[in-house]
């Protein structure tokens, strides 16, 4: 048995990063605004940080939905809105630029199936902080990002801040998961899939037994 997942990520993703060795840290969040997506507990983990990570942090996300509104007005009583950047719809082509100007890619949804936003930010070098559930969980590994167990809503959010927290003081830490998110996601690059794909073919073909 095979495992070939659906989603796959375009080759143009695995450029050089653009990213800043200043110390303000990027936090990237890329998807709809839907209550699935955690982007509230992404928000109340910021809001639970040290304040020595939060004075260096911005969380930048990407992305639009009905869930806006509400959560602009969270981060505003939770007292983080020079914290946040709410930056609407974007083009692929500046989501692109986004992965690469970031430090970390932030993506707590609890029912995705899918998730090739996290193959894009893996194959930009960007390290992921994940539930470790659906199809993130078969992406994302202990060699791309850091890994949060889905127990209940308050352990996501306590795991989301201590992971930014290693992340936001380790730029070796970093380093390392780049390198490995882009080995990780060129086994995803829509030419290798095909490769892939096409020797699984002639496997099959091979053991075909022959008709007399």
């Known amino acids: 048995l095979r495992l070939l997942s659906e989603n796959g990520v375009d080759s143009s993703f695995f450029t050089a990063s653009g990213r800043s060795a200043s110390e303000k840290f990027e936090l990237l969040f890329v998807g709809r605004l839907v209550p699935y997506k955690g982007v509230d507990m992404a928000l109340e983990s910021v809001a639970g940080l040290s304040s020595e990570t939060l004075?260096?942090?911005?969380?930048?996300?990407?992305?639009?939905?009905?869930?806006?509104?509400?959560?602009?007005?969270?981060?505003?009583?939770?007292?983080?809105?020079?914290?946040?950047?709410?930056?609407?719809?974007?083009?692929?082509?500046?989501?692109?630029?986004?992965?690469?100007?970031?430090?970390?890619?932030?993506?707590?949804?609890?029912?995705?199936?899918?998730?090739?936003?996290?193959?894009?930010?893996?194959?930009?070098?960007?390290?992921?902080?994940?539930?470790?559930?659906?199809?993130?969980?078969?992406?994302?590994?202990?060699?791309?990002?850091?890994?949060?167990?889905?127990?209940?809503?308050?352990?996501?959010?306590?795991?989301?801040?201590?992971?930014?927290?290693?992340?936001?003081?380790a730029p070796e830490s970093r380093e390392r998961l780049a390198r490995g998110s882009i080995t990780r996601a060129r086994e995803y690059e829509w030419g290798n899939k095909a490769q892939t794909l096409v020797s699984h073919y002639r496997d099959l073909v091979r053991q075909k037994p022959r008709i007399p």
């Open 55 to 169: 004075s260096k942090i911005r969380l930048r996300i990407a992305g639009d939905g009905p869930e806006r509104t509400k959560l602009e007005s969270l981060a505003r009583r939770l007292e983080i809105t020079d914290k946040v950047q709410f930056l609407g719809k974007i083009p692929q082509s500046e989501t692109a630029h986004l992965y690469r100007t970031s430090h970390a890619f932030c993506f707590p949804s609890v029912k995705e199936f899918g998730g090739a936003v996290v193959l894009e930010a893996m194959a930009c070098g960007l390290p992921q902080i994940v539930v470790n559930y659906g199809g993130i969980g078969e992406y994302a590994t202990s060699r791309t990002g850091l890994l949060i167990e889905p127990t209940n809503r308050a352990g996501v959010i306590q795991g989301l801040s201590e992971s930014i927290e290693i992340l936001a003081r």
